[in-house]
């Protein structure tokens, strides 16, 4: 199910009247019900891989048990293991699978060996990515006796399968979330108003911003031979627009719709593109994905103590993995080594925390080198996106040659040109909105402190028809692929 | 909880209005476009209930540019109305009777344009956007497009949501109401006649098409018959005409003799009249022909005014009796 469905817009207040007014004295009910809801929710898509996240939640519940009754050091070793290898089994095979065969085939088939093995028609199961990590993170900070084991079992299932965050996240740890589920929730009306307000901002990046430029980016993108370099570069704009868009405002909502639940989800997106460096950019980009693997791998492998060689190594392995962890191709990988040679040189000059707070805090403007450091970082990131957005590598390539081509110098020419005035116009009332909105979880949060009731529901409407106006095709998000 | 609930429905009811007014004010813009291919005015036509013809023509757009309604009207002192809906099979051309019969009188008389796709059906719903400003609640329409890929529930029964999607871009549907000269009709009495010189679709179809057969839809076979049983227990008389097709254009189709066939059982089965103009001196001049399918304005006058004096010669011969 779409969160920019009319079956969701049904779904969620059927579900919301339940939970608060049938389920909600008895906490079990509520969160059965969160269980069943979010199995529907999953279910809407394809009910048969709804025995993918039953059977993980199965093997996860047990072995976290299993984890907490077993002292002996290398049992619990195996279990872990177990959970790894299960988890990962399943990941590898949906998503990884094809591209290893692909990949040995051209590599042996490179070596004068032909190897004849056909590929499979896998369907990728949607969220798979993101609720792996989530279990496997609860596997792992059991066995670091990080967190004490549930006994409860729906409550687990509620915790892996929980619909606002099941397909693309934020990916949830367990200290954070599973606790949530044990305890009593009372509606909170701030709260929820609250959620309701970062939904509709989410809607508002999701269908106006992103939906609108990614029409235009795959024009671009998928017939860059006939453009200027100029239009390209104009392409790829856009589809650094598409992205935050796309996956920020996925997060609103699933942040938003937990809110209406009484629950608390992490921010996963803090103003990326207002970064003044890369390293600042990581700290505020998909948050949730960063923080996995700075937990659960760049510390594990040594994270940045040793020597040079070492701190090299891993932060070249973390952005590697992180950029495979998007999907099985080798532009993913491109776009991860590249975020790994802007981050170095940061790193290793020590440079990776100088930005730690928000740029040009308690202020409307930023200074004259806040701007161009600002620039230069979203230039480097608009630059990265390319090898994000193109359907293989030789694509993103030539891509790039016929930007730095003399055409560059022309003015952009594209197609349905009627409309890329008004979205140029759109994105910039979007990036002053954000810009004032900088130093909060979401732009319009805090808006029921600062501004006056008649205000607030004149954007809110402005918004909402914003939305039916501007409204395009009904795009899937970009993030459910991974 | 209770507060909260009462907010969200004071914030509703405002936006729900605001709903109502905007479908209002897009479907008024809408109904106004004469742009090709002139569905709207048809509709417009139907729904306004200014038709009330003695002769109602149905069919594609085969009907719609083949036969002249003011010829006939010339010729046979009655009144006339082409009702071809360009792109679409029988299904939706019986939706076009529906609506016409609900809001205006019964005509006497029926010419039905049949040809080898009257029976098959399309998935997509061709021409889309001449159903929006009716849809809403109409369950003839929803009955007639819910099997096709094109509207979905909200469309169909909640103000604005069809409209969503289509209002932004270059394709938007209000640069359809934007015409020059509003006022100015595209089609007269539902009819167009070409004013087209034989372009290269033929040879085209030529280089690109191989054979292929018609696969004949079950659904709109029964809906044929029971369309013929109506019509015969309303007392309208029906007449089944293949209008002229180029010769030259009518060898991709393997199965046409099956099809034709059909149209001969049905004329035997519910005693109506075929008249097959196929291979009629017409069909074999390309002249007559913008394209293998398509009379011109010229020919569709010629082969109206045979048509007509066939019907007339009818008419006389069963008076005589």
Redesign the interface.
């Known amino acids: 199910m779409l969160f920019n469905s009319i079956d969701f817009a049904i779904f969620l207040p059927i579900v919301f009247l339940l939970y608060w007014f049938v389920v909600n004295k008895n906490l079990r009910l509520q969160n059965c019900l969160i269980v069943l809801a979010s199995y529907v929710f999953y279910g809407w898509w394809d009910w048969r891989f709804l025995s993918l996240i039953f059977f993980s939640t199965i093997i996860d519940y047990s072995i976290g048990i299993g984890l907490s009754n077993e002292k002996n050091p290398s049992k619990r070793k195996i279990l872990l293991w177990i959970s790894v290898l299960v988890n990962l089994g399943f990941l590898g095979f949906f998503k990884y699978y094809n591209f290893f065969l692909d990949n040995f085939i051209s590599a042996f088939s490179f070596f004068g060996t032909e190897i004849n093995a056909n590929s499979l028609n896998i369907i990728l199961p949607v969220g798979i990515s993101f609720y792996t990590f989530q279990t496997l993170s609860y596997t792992i900070d059991v066995y670091k006796q990080k967190l004490n084991p549930t006994k409860d079992f729906i409550a687990f299932s509620a915790f892996v399968s929980f619909f606002p965050q099941l397909v693309a996240g934020p990916i949830e740890r367990a200290s954070n979330l599973l606790p949530q589920f044990y305890r009593k929730r009372n509606f909170d009306y701030s709260k929820a108003v609250d959620g309701m307000r970062q939904i509709l901002w989410g809607l508002f990046k999701k269908i106006v911003i992103a939906d609108n430029c990614a029409e235009y980016a795959d024009i671009i993108f998928n017939n860059s031979s006939e453009y200027s370099g100029s239009t390209l570069v104009l392409g790829a704009l856009f589809f650094t627009f598409q992205i935050y868009g796309d996956f920020s405002g996925y997060s609103d909502i699933a942040i938003g719709t937990s809110r209406l639940f009484g629950f608390d989800l992490k921010q996963n997106f803090n103003f990326p593109y207002f970064s003044r460096d890369i390293a600042e950019f990581w700290r505020r980009w998909h948050i949730s994905l960063s923080t996995w693997f700075r937990d659960y791998l760049y510390i594990p492998l040594g994270g940045s103590r040793g020597g040079t060689w070492n701190k090299i190594r891993n932060v070249f392995i973390i952005f590697l993995v992180s950029g495979f962890w998007h999907g099985a191709n080798w532009t993913f990988i491109f776009w991860g080594a590249l975020n790994a040679l802007y981050f170095l040189p940061v790193f290793i000059t020590n440079n990776n925390r100088n930005n730690l707070n928000t740029v040009a805090q308690g202020k409307y403007l930023p200074s004259i080198k806040e701007l161009l450091l600002m620039f230069l970082t979203f230039g480097l990131t608009v630059f990265a996106w390319i090898f994000f957005r193109a359907n293989n590598i030789n694509h993103a390539f030539n891509y790039i040659s016929d930007i730095f081509s003399s055409s560059l110098f022309t003015f952009p020419i594209y197609e349905n040109d009627d409309f890329v005035k008004p979205l140029f116009i759109l994105i910039f009332i979007f990036l002053v909105i954000e810009w004032l909105g900088r130093e909060q979880q979401y732009a319009l949060a805090q808006m029921e402190l600062k501004w006056r009731k008649p205000f607030r529901y004149l954007l809110y409407y402005t918004i909402i028809i914003s939305i039916f106006w501007f409204g395009g095709k009904q795009e899937q998000f970009i993030y459910f692929q991974f | 909880?209770k507060?909260?609930l009462i907010?969200?429905v004071f914030?509703l009811i405002?936006?729900l209005l605001?709903m109502v007014l905007a479908d209002f004010y897009i479907t008024k813009k809408l109904k106004n476009n004469h742009e090709y291919p002139g569905e709207i005015e048809v509709w417009n036509d139907i729904y306004k209930s200014n038709i009330n013809t003695d002769i109602a023509i149905y069919g594609s757009s085969r009907a719609w540019v083949h036969i002249d309604p003011k010829i006939l009207e010339d010729s046979l002192n009655m009144k006339a109305y082409n009702f071809g809906i360009d792109g679409h099979n029988f299904w939706l051309q019986y939706l076009r009777h529906k609506e016409y019969l609900e809001y205006n009188k019964q005509p006497k008389l029926i010419i039905m344009s049949v040809d080898v796709f009257s029976l098959a059906k399309r998935q997509d719903l061709y021409e889309l956007n001449q159903f929006l400003p009716y849809m809403l609640w109409n369950e003839n329409i929803i009955n007639a497009t819910s099997s096709y890929k094109g509207f979905?529930?909200?469309d169909y029964y909640f103000p604005?949501?069809r409209y969503?999607?289509k209002?932004?871009?270059?394709n938007s549907i209000l640069k359809l109401t934007s015409n020059e000269n509003p006022e100015k009709a595209y089609r007269n009495n539902g009819f167009r006649g070409m004013e087209r010189n034989w372009n290269n679709d033929l040879a085209k179809a030529k280089l690109n098409l191989n054979e292929y057969a018609i696969d004949v839809d079950s659904s709109s076979v029964n809906l044929f018959q029971q369309f013929l049983l109506e019509c015969k227990s309303n007392q309208i008389t029906v007449i089944l005409v293949y209008t002229p097709e180029y010769i030259e254009g009518q060898n991709f189709v393997t199965n046409k003799e099956k099809v034709i066939n059909i149209y001969n059982d049905f004329s035997k089965k519910h005693n109506v009249l075929f008249l097959d103009y196929s291979n009629d001196e017409i069909s074999q001049e390309r002249d007559f022909f913008y394209n293998a399918s398509h009379l011109n304005k010229k020919g569709s006058e010629l082969f109206t005014r045979n048509l007509s004096q066939y019907i007339k010669a009818l008419a006389n011969k069963n008076k005589d009796r």
């Open positions: 909880m507060k909260f907010k969200i914030f405002p936006l605001l979905t529930f909200q604005l949501f969503y999607g209002i932004r871009g270059s």
